[in-house]
């Protein structure tokens, strides 16, 4: 049997909303505005945002937020143990953070993903010019 903690983590879905006034960078409150594309709950999602802080946080101020840490992280974002590892699983899967030497760190994966994708899509599908500036 296969517990939350140890779930695959390879994938998540996203919302895309093709209105430009929907963009993310438009909003008040873009990292809000992220985590409600990743969670369909705004408890969660806000949850997650908080995760987000917590972990940019610590890894400016030299003392990375560690896994073992857990029982403190569901304390402060008011969560049970399988709810946190169910929304720090999305984070991973989504390419926003990731765990090495059982530290939490942001991840550049994400925005990679989403460059490549947009980059295929303006190049294979739409025929333009990988370089026209556009993308």
């Given at each position: 049997m ?12 996203i919302?895309?909303?093709?209105d430009?006034s ?13 985590m ?21 946080e ?14 403190m992280?569901i304390?402060?974002?008011?969560t ?14 989504a390419?926003?953070?990731?765990v ?6 942001l991840s ?12 295929w899509?303006?190049?294979?599908i739409?025929?333009?010019e990988e370089d026209?500036g556009?993308?």
């Open positions: 296969s517990t939350v903690k140890n779930a695959p983590r390879t994938a998540t879905t919302v895309i909303r093709s430009s929907a963009r993310v960078s438009h909003s008040r409150d873009p990292y809000y505005s992220l409600r594309r990743v969670f369909q709950e705004d408890a969660t999602a806000v949850r997650g945002q908080k995760f987000l802080n917590m972990v940019e610590r890894h400016k101020s030299g003392n990375p937020l560690r896994t073992d840490e857990w029982e992280i304390e402060q974002l008011g049970s143990r399988a709810s946190f590892y169910s929304m720090r699983n999305k984070l991973m899967g390419g926003l953070i990731s090495k030497n059982q530290k939490y760190r550049g994966q994400f925005s990679k993903d989403l460059i490549d994708m947009a980059r899509w303006w190049t294979a739409l025929g333009n026209s556009d993308l």
